[in-house]
Structure formats: C-alpha cells, structure tokens
C-alpha cells in the first residue's frame, strides 16, 4: 500500500552514506547511530527519554513490565485495532477489556473506559490510530481520576499533535509511556524491525533501559527480569536519516489525504471521516466508510484489477479472534470491521496515480 521503493531512490545517496559508516566499522549491535538517534528522535517529540527496542510489541511489553501492572489486572484498550496490546497482556498474564471507539475517528471513546473500570483495572493504553490521537484530553483525566497506568500504541501516529489540558502535545509524550513501531510501512519506517519507548520519567527510563537489556546496568549483573530487545545499529542509521525527512513526509501523506477527501466527499455510498478537532492528523493509513449496501468484496477486486490496492484494517474485532476470544459485542467497533477501506497512502505517490485511484473508485461505487 505504500511505496518504498520510490522513498528509497529519493534518499539513495543519504540513506547508503548512513549505511556504510556502520559496515565500515562493523558496530551492528549498540553502535552510535543507536544513541545518536535517540537522542534526535527525543528532541524532535520533545520528550525526555527515548529507548530504542527491537519492535513496537517489544515496546508495549517492555512498557507493562516497566510499570508492574499486577498479573490477572485489567487494561483497558479499544476493540477496533491491532492485536498487539491484547497479544502482550496475554503474555503478561493480564486481561484486555475491549472499549468501544468513536465511529468518525475510530478512537477508543474516553466514555466507554469510564464505564469499564473496575477495582481490578491497572492501566488504560489507548492507541492513536490511523495517524490521529485519542481524547487524550479526557483520558489523561479518567487515568488521574482513578489512579491508573496511561500507555499510548502511539506506533500510527508519530508526528501528531494533540491538545491536552490547554497545551498542544505530540502523541506518545503524554501518558507515563508512549510506545513507536518503526516497522517499513510505518510514518517513520527502517529497513526491518524497530521500536521505542518515549518517557518523561527519569526513573522509568532507567527501569525500561534495564528490562531491554536482560536486566541488567552492569553487564552479567542481573536485577531484575528483563527481556533482549534491540534496535540495531543500521536500523538507526536509516532512522537518523528519515527522520530528518519526516515532516514532509507527514506533508505528503496529508497532500494526498486531502485530495481524496475533497474528490470523494459528496459521492453517494461513501462517507468520509471528519478528523478529531483535538488532535492533527498524520494519515498513517487514509481510510473512509462504505454503505452497508456496498459490497466491499466487490470494490476491492475492482480496484485490484485496476492496479490500486486497497485494504481492510481490520476486518474482525481483537475479541472475535480465536485467541482472544470474548463473549462480547461493542457496536461500533463491530460496524467499522465490517464498512471501512483503506486506500493507498505513503509518499512519493504522483499526481496520476491519486486521480486514477479517486476515479477508478467513483466509478466503481456508481456501478455497484
Ligand atoms: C504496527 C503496530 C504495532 C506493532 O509494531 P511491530 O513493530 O510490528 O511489533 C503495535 N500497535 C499498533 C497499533 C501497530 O500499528
């Protein structure tokens, strides 16, 4: 759905220089690009601590493990998403409890965790999806409220800002830890797997950096339990360079949104999302609603055949997988499965390419 092989070519000559400076003195593991970009990546999201990690599932667990959530607690996080959240609370021997999300922003809706805390819940993680922020507003208040943990999945939305109590905040600054994925696809994306922790606590910094690395400060000094989780050093080589980049890349994405928005605003069987007016948008994916009467099956191979790939995140709700099956129902995330579409978003898309998608599904949807 993205195109990385364009971005490359873009950015050949820096991303190779980058590159080379790490073969050329083999550093592959902890090298100084690591803690180079750390440091850069802190002060571009203007927070206190980065920790880099091998990926963003590494990073909610390091998170959880971090915070000491107590096994057989309750963490709260929205039904429509990823399942990366409920994989590590079952890991942790945690249970997910599915919040229901806002039908225009797909985000978990700060009135459904309300409704959802109990004498066992220990931490709400929203997850700003898409590439816009939850309520961070109203969630920052409900975790002070009732004493709870805050983690941001802020893996879709590097790069956005939100408004919280008066002031404006980047997504994955705010709750005690926001976790990043630098998985290809990503806004900010590397050449494999990547992740991060971001933390404003300097305490928690220090037990992330511990748990990340088996443990330990000292080395074959164990303390506690911790886990191997590293971002390698070319990854961070690419990082360091992309990231320089990342504000126009955020700019294209967003050139390319509006775009569709405006050429598919008023067609029938169509609905586009109005963003969230507390937070910007980054537009990790671009994704609108069909009517219940389109048959999304249909439109997809159409727009195939047409060349155009298009996909549905996600099509089933994290409690109806076989994994983590619960016996519950929450509405509107069960209609997001069931109406969203997700067209190609990225960079470096050209101007033919966006009105042939904006056309070829126009057409489709009129010849239902
Ligand atoms: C991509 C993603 C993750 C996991 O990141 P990996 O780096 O693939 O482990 C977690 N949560 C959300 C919302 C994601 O989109």
Known sequence: MTDLVSQYQRLKEEIDTSISAVLNNASFINGQQVAQFSEELA???DVKHVIPCANGTDALQIAFMALDLPKGSEVITP???????????????????????????????????????????SAIVPVHLFGQA?????????????KLKLIEDNAQSIGAFCQVN??????????DIGTLSFFPSKN?????????????????????????????????????????????TIQA????????????????????????????NQVDGISIPTPALHS???????????DEDINRELVMSKLKSEGIPSMVYYPMPIY???????????????????RVLSLPMGTDMDQEQIEHIITTLIETIRHK
């Open 43 to 45: 002060h571009y999201m």
């Open 79 to 121: 039904g429509f998403s990823y399942a990366a959240v409920a994989e590590v609370c079952h890991l942790l021997g945690l249970k997910p409890v599915f919040a229901d999300v806002d039908l225009n922003t797909f985000n978990i809706l700060p009135k459904e965790i309300e409704r959802l805390i109990t004498d066992k819940t």
């Open 134 to 146: 939850a309520d961070m507003d109203a969630i920052t208040q409900i975790a002070k409220k009732h």
């Open 166 to 175: 008066g002031q404006k905040k980047m997504t994955g600054t705010i709750g």
């Open 188 to 232: 900010l994306g590397c050449y494999g797997d990547g992740g991060a922790l971001c933390t404003n606590d300097d305490l928690l910094a220090d037990k992330i950096r511990m748990i990340a690395n088996h443990g330990q400060k000292r080395k074959y000094h164990h303390e506690i339990i911790g886990v191997n989780s590293r971002l390698d």
């Open 237 to 264: 080589a690419v990082l360091s360079v992309k990231l320089k980049h990342l504000n126009s890349f955020i700019e294209e994405r967003r050139n390319v949104a509006n775009q569709y928005s405006s050429a598919l």
């Open 280 to 290: 910007t948008h980054v537009y990790h994916q671009y994704t609108l609603l069909l």
């Open 320 to 338: 109806k997988q076989e994994a983590y099956k619960q016996h519950i129902r929450i509405k509107n995330s069960e209609e997001l499965c069931s």
